[in-house]
């Protein structure tokens, strides 16, 4: 990056930020992609893990992001077919609820309405002995009846991944633990970046014709440095996980909490169920120390026993939790945190720094294509060069997502002499390119053992993400390109050495590192879990 000056340098590796340099790539730009942390560490591994056309959008007229948000949905389910898949959402009604049975159907009807008829499956309104049969944990006093619609969840980590590997392989520069300690300027304009490799602390400078600040709940930091008034109302989310068998349910289920009446989620994931999400104020909060307090698992908890009655779960009953803050671009309108647009904004400061704001997850690539746009735009004033007014990004699939039926991928892994679990999990990880991990598995038989016993994850995964997928940390590892930190009872602390060693042996780790690494990890284990000191 530092060897020659790039056309277009993209600060932050999230989804935003992988979509704007894919893009940006795909249009013919010497582009260069950094983070100061892992890609997608920040907000978007700590997602709803939804690609959702928004349903809750529609409460507050939002009809042009629910419109975006479906056809995307739709674009995302056919070229990412491994890391985006439908899922069936109950959305129960009891009587209270602000919203009623009518205004459910009435609101399911626009869904279908504004996605064109095109989405999943139509909806389908229940009664509430036909809820009960899909849900039979649920509560049924005062329960109205209910309706079944259709979205999508994702492996949010992994999407992000694959948007910056394709990224690459049209041409990006691509770094993550890279820093960004002072912007470049020169005639009162940005045109580059002072950066340090925190792997291994040298300095670079990288020149560009034009920076894009993509830094999600960071956004307002970059721009105070050129002195920009804040942009930004940032507010927490926060998820927890539990066994599925302790609340049985079978799909999806969104719920209205019996405690303030917002929207939430409880999606299954395996044999885990994940609870979220809250929606407070966190202004103070530093982006960087987020994290699940006792009172946001309490919250989560109670109103889904509240919905499930003979759940009874307590705080002692989650196994990991998960925290992001969501970048929401400020109203002038007073509304509250929940009403606020999830809308994106672009703004070009004064010095030329481009900043994208607000967005959601599954609009990435439509906010991607609207930033390029800007770029090409300053672009034509530098130099009076012009750019292609698109990208086919909409098109060309992401890296594994050439595949129409995965059934058959999962048949000729099994064939390998895998069994179902597994050969499911890793091509929900790769798509096509499952037969990458295979072939380590074949060539070292000890790649072909769990990484924990009793979950799918092989350490053929874990040396592939070493050498392909730019992995730096056991974090890396163990949080975003496997989910091992969250779906496993106790993070996997007994096997976390073992990955250590093989980590070691792909990145020549000294001792000091190796326990570094370690302890690295398990302060991520201390911050997600510290909420059992908070409650009684």
């Not at 013919?28 to 983070?35: F, S």
């Not at 893990?49 to 992001?65: A, P, S």
């Not at 090409?376 to 992401?398: F, W």
């Not at 790769?430 to 038989?445: C, H, I, K, P, S």
Request: proline letters at 4%.
């Amino acid at each position: 990056m530092a060897s020659r000056p790039v056309d277009l340098l993209v600060i932050g590796g999230g989804i935003t930020g992988a979509g704007i340099a894919r893009d940006a790539a795909m249009r013919g730009l010497r582009t260069a992609l950094i983070d100061k942390g892992d890609f997608g560490g920040g907000t978007s591994s700590t997602s709803s893990r939804l690609i959702h056309g928004g349903l809750r959008y529609l409460e507050n007229r939002d009809f042009r992001l629910v419109f975006q948000a479906c056809r995307e949905r739709r674009t995302l389910l056919r070229i990412a077919p491994h890391l985006v898949w439908p899922q069936a959402f109950l959305f129960p009604i009891h009587k209270g609820n602000r919203i009623s049975v009518f205004k459910l159907s009435a609101g399911l009807t626009a869904y279908d309405f504004i996605a064109l008829f095109r989405n999943v499956r139509p909806h389908r309104m229940l009664s509430k002995q036909a809820v009960l049969r899909v849900e039979p944990n649920l509560r049924s006093r005062d329960l109205s009846g209910g309706g079944l619609y259709y979205d999508a969840r994702c492996n949010d980590a992994r999407l992000t991944l694959a948007t910056v590997r394709s990224a690459h392989s049209h041409g990006a520069l691509t770094a993550n633990y890279v820093n960004v300690d002072d912007l470049e300027r020169a005639g009162g304009r940005v045109t580059g970046a002072r950066v340090t490799d925190r792997i291994n602390s040298a300095s670079y400078v990288i020149h560009a014709h034009v920076v894009v600040n993509a830094t999600g709940p960071w956004s307002d930091l970059i721009r105070r440095r050129e002195q920009e008034t804040p942009l930004l109302t940032r507010t927490k989310g926060v998820h927890v996980t539990v066994q599925q068998d302790r609340l049985g349910n079978k799909e999806a289920v969104t719920l209205l909490s019996p405690i303030d009446g917002r929207v939430m989620f409880i999606v299954p994931w395996g044999e885990l169920s994940y609870i979220g999400t809250t929606d407070t104020a966190e202004e103070s909060l530093d982006p960087d120390d987020v994290r699940a307090t006792g009172e946001d698992v309490v919250y989560l908890l109670r109103s889904v026993n509240a919905l499930f009655p003979r759940a009874r779960l307590t705080p002692d009953d989650v196994i990991s939790t998960w925290a992001g803050i969501r970048p929401l671009v400020q109203s002038s309108r007073g509304d509250s945190l929940s009403a606020m647009s999830r809308e994106h904004k672009i703004k070009t400061g004064r010095t030329g720094l481009i900043s994208i704001m607000g967005g959601k997850l599954t609009t990435y690539r439509d906010m991607a294509a609207d930033v390029v746009n800007v770029v090409g735009s300053r672009l034509r004033e530098l130099d009076g060069r012009r750019i292609p007014n698109k990208a086919q990004t909409d098109v060309e699939p992401l890296p594994g997502g050439e595949v129409a039926d995965l059934e058959v991928l999962v048949r000729d892994v099994m064939g390998e002499g895998f069994s179902r679990d597994i050969a499911e999990h890793i091509v929900r990880s790769y798509g096509t390119e499952t037969a990458a991990v295979v072939r380590l598995a074949q060539t070292d038989r000890r790649l072909a053992e769990p990484v924990i016993g009793g979950h799918p994850a092989i350490k053929a995964q874990i040396v592939h993400s070493l050498r392909r997928e730019m992995a730096m940390t056991l974090t890396d590892l163990m949080m975003r390109r496997t989910h091992l930190f969250y779906e496993v009872v106790g993070h996997g602390v007994p096997e976390a050495p073992a990955v250590v060693d093989l980590a070691s042996e792909e990145l020549g780790w000294d001792p000091g590192r190796k326990a570094s690494e370690l302890a690295a990890y398990l302060k991520e284990i201390q911050r997600a879990m510290a909420f059992r000191d908070e409650v009684s």
